[in-house]
């Protein structure tokens, strides 16, 4: 399946792809777009929309679009769930101390984005610091 959301991707943007591939859509393909394009890109590629606005999954409720996917697609494993505060914290400036580790992920997030210009690339370098977040999550309590 297609999935599209805006061009320039840090905490949500890459933190949602990494989700859809593990535990939703292991053969997403992604495309990056211009924040006007989302919707109508999304309905002609028949490819789901997330984090930006009027998205299918957006931030809903005070959650960021990782949570949403989380919560939509039924996802409980525990590491996941912390994972998803983890992310909201720093996706969500004022939230940002809602878990040891949310200023250390937005500041790994924001400077991924001043060295790497591609979105693909992006979250091609970036899918490791997740793989290794989530095994951490997995043997700590």
Not at 39 to 68: P, R, W, Y
Not at 75 to 85: E, G, H, S
Request: aromatic share 10%.
């Amino acid at each position: 399946m297609k999935w599209v959301t805006r061009k320039g991707a840090r905490v949500d943007r890459i933190a949602c792809p990494w989700l859809i591939q593990r535990f939703i859509d292991n053969n997403a393909e992604f495309l990056f777009v211009d924040p006007d394009q989302i919707l109508n890109i999304a309905g002609k590629e028949k490819a789901q929309s997330f984090d930006a606005d009027g998205a299918m999954f957006g931030h809903t409720g005070g959650k960021c679009s990782f949570e949403v996917l989380v919560e939509h697609y039924g996802i409980n494993d525990p590491a996941v769930l912390r994972l998803a505060k983890i992310v909201h914290g720093a996706d969500i400036p004022k939230d940002i101390h809602i878990t040891a580790e949310s200023a250390g992920l937005r500041a790994i997030a924001d400077g991924f984005h001043l060295i790497v210009t591609d979105d693909h690339d992006n979250m091609a370098r970036q899918f490791p610091v997740y793989d290794a977040l989530y095994a951490y999550l997995k043997k700590t309590p």
